[in-house]
Nanobody, 120 residues
Framework: QVQLVESGGGLVQPGGSLTLSCTGSGSILSAYTMAWYRQAPGTQRELVATISRGAIGNYADSVKGRFAISRDNGKNTVYLQMNSLKPEDTAVYYC??????????????WGQGTQVTVSS
């Protein structure tokens, strides 16, 4: 069974940094587009950043210049380096991946989410 498992969330002061990781496990042939989304209480889930298999990243305007998305294709892992964190970055962060199973069919998967809280 394929799963995406996130780690690295926690409590950080404003201006601080955190790095989130998300690793795919199970029978994965390859990973294509991967992304991070976030959802704050009472709001819709929003896209934070995406990264192609060729490591081209795109970012929401709200995080440009502060967050960096990267990946390790050999480990089926995507990272989100978050710097200069603000209270408004507080949310549950979700990993998303388009993963190919043996046989080549591509499916979409979500991680379980990891809480990031930015507060003094």
């Amino acid at each position: 069974q394929v799963q995406l498992v996130e780690s690295g969330g926690g409590l950080v002061q404003p201006g601080g940094s955190l790095t989130l990781s998300c690793t795919g496990s199970g029978s994965i042939l390859s990973a294509y587009t991967m992304a991070w989304y976030r959802q704050a209480p009472g709001t819709q889930r929003e896209l934070v950043a995406t990264i192609s298999r060729g490591a081209i990243g795109n970012y929401a305007d709200s995080v440009k210049g502060r967050f960096a998305i990267s990946r390790d294709n050999g480990k089926n892992t995507v990272y989100l380096q978050m710097n200069s964190l603000k209270p408004e970055d507080t949310a549950v962060y979700y990993c998303y991946g388009e993963l190919a199973a043996p046989g080549g069919r591509v499916y979409s998967y979500w991680g379980q989410g990891t809480q990031v809280t930015v507060s003094s």
